[in-house]
T-cell receptor
Framework: AQSVTQLGSHVSVSEGALVLLRCNYS??????LFWYVQYPNQGLQLLLK??????LVKGINGFEAEFKKSETSFHLTKPSAHMSDAAEYFC????????????FGTGTRLLVSP | GAGVSQSPSNKVTEKGKDVELRCDPI?????LYWYRQSLGQGLEFLIY????????KSGLPSDRFSAERTGGSVSTLTIQRTQQEDSAVYFC?????????????FGPGTRLTVL
């Protein structure tokens, strides 16, 4: 069965610093992988997704993620954090059920300090 | 344009009562999903609707949970005889289709508190 592990429930960075949020997945088939962001009291918004093709995926707001099959990882990065990036981030894998059934990690809350 | 809307935004109920949560998907979206997010957890899939096909109910945690989608649009999630462990935020999402390339758009959620 597919599953997702996000290391670190909280990550703190200073404004302007590199953001690295870790995600490892388990899947018996080639995975489709997603990163979502959740701002307070809002629904989830898709940041980026990997399906096939290029392993480095660029998303909105300057975020990108690299699919590394050998490491079963899909870490999310941003070169320079902004205060507005403070939110909860969820990694998800799509289960091969014939529709896009998402299995989510437990989330990482990103805190950005001035 | 209008996104996915959910009502109510907050619901407080007593243990044993029934509750109904409503979802209005984006117009034209044929796929509709329900998820729930318990405190400190990621989102958990509950149920999926695609057009007029029979729903995939594989994520419903017990027979106290049910959902329907009328006219291929609005959906209602019903929880009967609520328990304290049902307390969570319930999210609805919709997409143009069911394929992976179809982005799921999430509503703001309904926070359910069972006392």
């Amino acid at each position: 069965a597919q599953s997702v592990t996000q290391l670190g429930s909280h990550v703190s960075v200073s404004e302007g610093a590199l953001v690295l949020l870790r995600c490892n997945y388990s899947s018996s088939v080639p995975p489709y992988l997603f990163w979502y962001v959740q701002y307070p009291n809002q629904g989830l918004q898709l940041l980026l997704k990997y399906t096939t093709g290029a392993t480095l995926v660029k998303g909105i707001n300057g975020f990108e993620a690299e699919f590394k099959k050998s490491e079963t990882s899909f870490h999310l990065t941003k070169p320079s954090a902004h205060m507005s990036d403070a939110a909860e981030y969820f990694c998800a894998v799509s289960v091969n059920t014939g529709f896009q059934k998402l299995v989510f990690g437990t989330g990482t809350r990103l805190l950005v300090s001035p | 344009g209008a996104g996915v809307s959910q009502s109510p935004s907050n619901k407080v109920t007593e243990k044993g009562k029934d509750v109904e949560l409503r979802c209005d998907p984006i117009s034209g979206h044929t796929a509709l999903y329900w998820y729930r997010q318990s405190l400190g957890q990621g989102l958990e899939f509950l149920i999926y609707f695609q057009g007029n096909s029979a729903p995939d109910k594989s994520g419903l945690p017990s027979d106290r949970f049910s959902a329907e989608r009328t006219g291929g649009s609005v959906s209602t999630l019903t929880i009967q005889r609520t328990q304290q462990e049902d307390s969570a935020v319930y999210f609805c999402a919709s997409s143009l289709g069911s394929r992976t390339r179809n982005e799921q758009f999430f509503g703001p959620g309904t926070r359910l508190t069972v006392l």
